[in-house]
């Protein structure tokens, strides 16, 4: 098996994307930290969003034991995320001011390889037909879509700079969040105890698998870019198997900055933090 891995930082002081890699438990994963709406960073100059993300990298990557599920893990982490917010004073009950994280997670067995996810971590399997197969979906979809066309609204009215589009878009991805961990809404690791019912784990057989492909949003292409009649993980999934993991982010950087104000690909950051493992099975 060959390894890949890319993680670069996006327009935020810290890089909240965090990789998994943990070779001796054939352990592989991302994580996308998420901050709060309320301003925070700790003592040692942390965002709340990177906390999270390397808890789980954590967690992850000490994990010896075989015996120990990925849900279990997840659990585990979940709960001391909900402790670690409740030392720092953070209101547990204010779901705009919860840190979390988007996860997603893979375990290679013998005969097999189990998954875990939750938020909007992308898990693409690849096969010797070439098949492209995503094991997850992005949960955040449906919701994040309201704030897009709010977004592209504004571009229609003509504003053009990504600092007047924000304050029209901020009362809705407030709403977003308050919808975490409810059937309406989306799974995320934030504290919740209700976090853990919103995970999507499960096992897929090594049968003419060839690739595996874990991804943060941050490495997402814009839907504009994709060719008309294209799908959109199989496009991706070649994009990133011909070019080659940190290839396919620096070409992704350098559309991002031919287009600073998210006009020509409305989103909410010029560039988001990036995090990306491409395991090749020989």
């Known amino acids: 098996m060959k390894l890949h891995h890319v993680t670069i930082k996006g327009d935020g002081t810290l890089n909240e994307d965090a990789l998994i ?28 969003g990177y906390i999270a993300s390397h808890m789980v990298k954590e967690a992850f990557e000490s ?3 075989e015996g120990k599920t990925l849900f279990h893990t997840l659990v585990k982490v979940n709960e001391s995320l909900h402790e670690k917010m409740y030392t720092y004073g953070i209101d547990i009950n204010r779901k705009e001011k919860l840190w979390g994280t988007a996860v997603a997670v893979i375990r290679l067995m013998e005969n097999g390889v189990e998954f875990i996810q939750t938020g909007d971590c992308m898990i693409l399997a690849v096969y010797k037909s070439g098949e492209v197969r995503s094991l997850t979906r992005l949960q955040v979809e449906h ?29 809705q991805l407030i709403a977003n969040r308050k919808m975490s961990n409810t059937v309406e809404g989306y799974g995320v690791l934030n504290g919740e105890e209700e976090a853990a019912d919103y995970f999507e784990y499960g096992k897929i057989n090594k049968v003419g698998l060839t690739h595996l492909i874990l991804m943060t949003d941050g490495l997402f292409l814009p839907t504009e ?20 993991i940190e290839q396919y982010a620096q070409d992704l950087i350098t559309l991002e900055e031919s287009d600073p104000e998210c006009i020509t690909y409305p989103r909410f950051k010029k560039s988001d933090d990036k995090a990306g493992i491409v395991l090749e099975f020989c």
């Open 21 to 48: 890699i943990n070779e001796q438990g054939s352990l592989f994963g991302v994580a996308d930290g998420v901050s709060s709406f309320v301003p925070f960073t700790s003592s040692e100059n942390l965002t709340g």
């Open 63 to 65: 994990l010896e034991e």
């Open 225 to 244: 870019s994709i060719p008309e009649g294209e799908s959109y993980w199989e496009y991706t999934a070649n994009n990133i198997l011909r070019k080659g």
């Open 143 to 171: 919701l994040e879509e309201y704030a897009i066309e709010i977004w592209r609204k504004c571009i229609r009215r003509g504003v053009r700079t990504r600092d007047d589009i924000m304050p029209h878009v901020k009362e």
